[in-house]
């Protein structure tokens, strides 16, 4: 079928919009990005962007709305209309090295950041019980695994992690009503601002960088297939629910961090450098329930991030090499388990210490996120891809526009973080 020539229709023109009842059936992939998304590094660099700067980045949601949005519906589209996730569609298009290429750079990516969720699972463990943090993440692993070799596993995923996100959620909003919610003025100057303080860049982009990745658009269409979506879902308003959910629910969470950074820690001129410090901080204000909240707001960060970013780090590696990606294979279920052991040696011998765990998984990523969304983009360009269906230029247009500022992001990232990377081993 051609793409739209004559009266000749395209797939789509006739698919009816899915009832919001329907809709709500329908998603779930894009809420386990959320939950991966959302790691102990996240908060923390929310956390950070709100003491250092207040509501002086407030601002960053926006590029953040634009490029998550996109990222989700393209990556989300080019499944349905090729018939293939991600790295599959690079395999097809590109060749057996470009998906082996884009399959061990994004697998790197999920591996390190999978040691920052050990760190902040276990002392949201020790927020609470008072238990020391490697007891804590050791016992959390245990679940995962669990949930790993059980049966229906997506399905567990999808619930587990919707109760994680809406744990962190209420924890910091409660904690954001705690000190009093935001001053709404300079909330809104905040958000029309557009300004880059001096010194912010490294942080605004990491910022923007780790809430808004293409990697998850890339694993949500894995997630897509285990939830067994098909091309009415492109059009009937499933897959941008999907993706907005995603994207808010990013937003509520991230949003609430940096404004609890912004009125408690921003005037006082203290700093953190991981996020159950902010806990402590915030005892003066709330008394020895700020322990309890944030624990609990770090063991749904945490155990989500651990739970669903190590499933993606095995999809991925085990897409690019033409592997067998099912949940409940051998392949996932046993790499995960040798990821989580792996990430546990390198991660206890460290001390617990996220901060050089996340410096190493900032440039795996700088490194994975233009590699797997350069194809992304060469694919959504083809008219052979596109055939038979209504042209995207809309979403063309946007994608090129977010992969460019991704390009931005990795020279800027590439530029600070290698020369500290290397230092580590100097």
């Known amino acids: 079928m051609s793409e739209n020539n004559g009266n000749q229709a395209v797939f789509g023109a006739d698919v009816k919009r899915l009832p919001l009842k329907d809709l709500v059936k329908r998603i779930g992939p894009g809420l386990i990005a959320t939950g991966i998304v959302i790691g102990p590094g996240a908060v923390t660099t929310s956390a950070m962007l709100g003491a250092n700067y207040g509501y002086g980045l407030i601002w960053l949601i926006l590029p953040i709305i634009f490029m998550g949005i996109t990222f989700m519906m393209v990556t989300n589209r080019l499944a349905i209309i090729t018939g293939l996730p991600t790295i599959h569609a690079i395999r097809k298009y590109y060749g057996p090295v470009a998906a082996a290429v884009v399959g061990i750079a994004t697998f790197l990516a999920c591996l390190f950041f999978t040691m920052g969720n050990i760190s902040g699972t276990g002392a949201g463990v020790n927020l609470i019980t008072g238990l020391n943090w490697k007891i804590g993440s050791a016992f959390m692993i245990a679940v995962v695994i669990y949930c790993y070799f059980a049966k229906n596993v997506y399905s567990k995923v999808e619930k587990i992690i919707t109760i994680c996100i809406l744990g962190m959620i209420l924890s910091f909003y409660a904690t954001l009503i705690g000190v009093g919610g935001p001053d709404w003025g300079q909330f809104t100057r905040g958000l029309v601002s557009f300004q880059i303080p001096a010194g912010s860049l490294a942080t605004a982009l990491a910022f923007i960088s780790t809430n808004a990745a293409v990697t998850s658009g890339v694993y949500a269409t894995y997630l897509g297939k285990e939830k067994k979506w098909n091309k009415e879902d492109l059009f009937n308003g499933v897959m941008l629910t999907d993706a907005v959910v995603h994207i808010i629910s990013v937003i509520l969470i991230s949003g609430s961090i940096i404004?609890?950074?912004?009125?408690?820690?921003?005037?006082?001129?203290?700093?953190?450098?991981?996020?159950?410090?902010?806990?402590?901080?915030?005892?003066?204000?709330?008394?020895?329930?700020?322990?309890?909240?944030?624990?609990?707001?770090?063991?749904?960060?945490?155990?989500?991030?651990?739970?669903?970013?190590?499933?993606?780090?095995?999809?991925?590696?085990?897409?690019?090499?033409?592997?067998?990606?099912?949940?409940?294979?051998?392949?996932?279920?046993?790499?995960?388990?040798?990821?989580?052991?792996?990430?546990?040696?390198?991660?206890?011998?460290?001390g617990g210490s996220p901060t050089q765990l996340i410096l190493m998984a900032n440039v795996a990523t700088s490194i994975a996120t233009p590699v797997a969304g350069l194809f992304i983009l060469l694919l959504l360009w083809r008219n052979d891809v596109n055939e038979g269906y209504k042209k995207p230029t809309v979403l063309r247009i946007c994608m090129t526009i977010s992969y460019v500022f991704v390009l931005i992001m990795t020279g800027s990232s590439l530029m600070t973080s290698i020369p500290k990377f290397l230092a580590i081993f100097g």
């Not at 950074?261 to 006082?268: K, N």
Request: with cysteine.
């Open 259 to 350: 404004l609890v950074g912004a009125i408690v820690l921003h005037p006082t001129g203290q700093s953190i450098k991981a996020p159950a410090q902010l806990a402590e901080m915030l005892v003066p204000i709330m008394g020895n329930a700020a322990r309890y909240i944030m624990g609990i707001a770090l063991v749904g960060a945490g155990f989500s991030s651990l739970l669903a970013n190590t499933q993606r780090g095995m999809v991925l590696l085990g897409a690019g090499f033409d592997k067998n990606v099912g949940l409940e294979t051998k392949f996932i279920r046993f790499g995960c388990l040798a990821c989580l052991i792996f990430a546990m040696i390198i991660c206890y011998s460290y």
